[in-house]
């Protein structure tokens, strides 16, 4: 089933979208138990090219330094901090500067080559929190409710078509293009014509997850100098199966929904906030409005600030 | 009349509808107080009793129920009333996809927007749209009748079978084995009766507006000619 939600303050300012989130996905738990995940927006105030790295790492003897050093082979690591998860995990996050944007997925391949050890991801512009477990157990872990941000999107995963596991939680990370991230409720069923196209122009793929092949295929089209409207319109055109899914950009959020309306969408709006999610109930956590629109069969909505 | 609030605010649906039931045995008037779009509300419930949903209402809010009075002030989500057999459900705000989805009997309102597929197998009673309805409304209609007062979108009567729309509005399009035809003065005169008794209070001129989409055929994939049996 999984849970959507997408939340932006049309001011610009930061806002307390980690706690505002939390409560739109905790409303939405009831339709994903597995995982749950936050791409949160405009608030890590990261120097230019500057990136805050999120890597899972087995507690094992040595496995941090192994990360360290390959990190340091690059670039220093500027700041670092471990973040225990569940499962003998930790999260150990640390803080870098590259030269340019082009050196982190390379990078991160590379760190990704350890045994035991998996990138979740990198990024500039926005921090990503996502791990296994119920809303409220995932932002008591890693204290969404203290970030700050002007927008964000979030996840409530029930698994239907990949593992669960910290990685294939939502949302998903292209690096065809900065801080483009997905989260989506649905299946995408002509996958492969989707993916084959992305692969010959280079693009890398980590999973046979639908999910990663909707925010490539999106960071694509961004890439190639579509608008996020324009991409999501294209997207409803292109993909087949029942979807409704979220795009964050460093500059907004918008849900495109499949032609037949299968997966639910619902959006509300008023001079401050634009907010969209699975179900009203998650809406009501950030306004008290009755005035809600149904996104129809093949409708996209976005908004950027 | 007896009446008893019931806070929903703490309460899973469950126990919610376990609440109800109770209650509904006793009481002629249950008020639900803080519902925050809770999916599943009153389903099943047997009893006619007066049912108020002071907020917005989930999933299949109603569904099932045999009889009961459901007011909700708020929205409604998916399949509100979904298989009632009798009984009303009225929502004061907009609601979601599948409004009515099989109805067997009863009359649902809703006063303004809902999404797709309204009415979809719906069986019989009535089903009345106060703004747009979206597509593919009246999908496998078996019977009843969908009264749309603003517009219809894509593919409305998308393989109806038996029953009718009224749409007062414009038609974006029509689905498979439904056609057009112009309403008469017994289609108008049942419109001026049902529609006041909700509230819907139309100038005498805007009954001639409506238009009326009924099946080709009611066996449009087998058998024989188009108007077979039609």
Known sequence: MCGIAGVVFKDRKLHPVGEIMTRMLDALQHRGPDSA?????????????EYLLNIEVKEKSGLIEQVKKIV?????????????????????????????????????????????????????????????????????????????????IGHTRFSTESIVDRYHAHPFQSYITPDITVVHNGQITNYWKIRDPLERKGHIFETNNDTECIVHYI???????????EALEQSIIDMDGPFSYIVGTPNGVGIAKDQLGLRPGVLAENDEVFAIASEEVSLRAVMDTHEIDQISPGESRAYTI | ??????????????????????????YDK?????????????????????????????????????????????????????????GEVIVDGAAGDGVGQGIYGGTVVVRRNVGSRTG????????????????????????????????????????????????????????????????????????????????????????SKFRKIVPRSKRPFYGGKESEEG
């Open chain 2, 30 to 86: 249950i008020i639900i107080k803080n519902p925050n779009a809770m999916h599943y509300m009153v389903a099943g419930l047997t009893d006619e009793v007066e049912i108020l949903i002071d907020g917005s209402a989930g999933y299949f809010a109603g569904t099932m129920i045999d009889g009961a009075n459901i007011h909700i002030t708020g929205n409604a989500g998916w399949f509100p009333a979904d298989n009632m057999t009798a």
């Open chain 2, 1 to 26: 009349m007896r009446e008893i609030e019931i806070d929903a605010g703490s309460m899973v649906p469950r126990d919610l509808n376990r609440a109800v039931k109770q209650a509904a045995k006793e």
């Open chain 1, 72 to 152: 340091n082979t690059v670039t220093p690591i500027e700041k670092e901090e471990i973040i225990p998860s569940v499962e003998n995990y930790n999260i150990y996050r640390c803080k870098i500067a590259l030269n340019s944007f082009d050196e982190l997925k390379p990078l991160i391949m590379d760190i990704d080559k350890i045994d035991d050890v998996i990138v979740l991801n990198g990024s500039h512009s926005f921090e990503m929190i996502k791990d296994v477990g119920s809303v409220k157990e995932i932002a008591d872990r890693y204290d969404t409710y203290s970030k700050m941000g002007t927008h964000a």
């Open chain 2, 120 to 207: 979809e197998i719906m069986k019989n009673g009535t089903i009345i749209i106060g703004g747009n309805s979206g597509f593919m409304s009246g999908l496998f209609m078996m019977g009843g009748r969908i009264i749309v007062l603003g517009d219809i979108s894509d593919d409305a009567g998308e393989s109806i079978i038996r029953g009718a729309i009224y749409v007062m509005g414009d038609i974006k399009s029509l689905g498979k084995n439904a056609k057009i035809v112009e309403v008469d003065e017994e289609d108008k005169e049942e419109l001026k009766k049902l529609l006041p008794a909700y509230g819907f209070d139309l100038e005498e001129e805007k009954y």
């Open chain 1, 219 to 229: 960071a694509n089209k961004i890439y190639e100098g579509y608008k996020l409207e």
């Open chain 1, 37 to 49: 995940g936050f791409s949160i927006y405009g608030g890590l105030g990261l120097g230019e090219n």
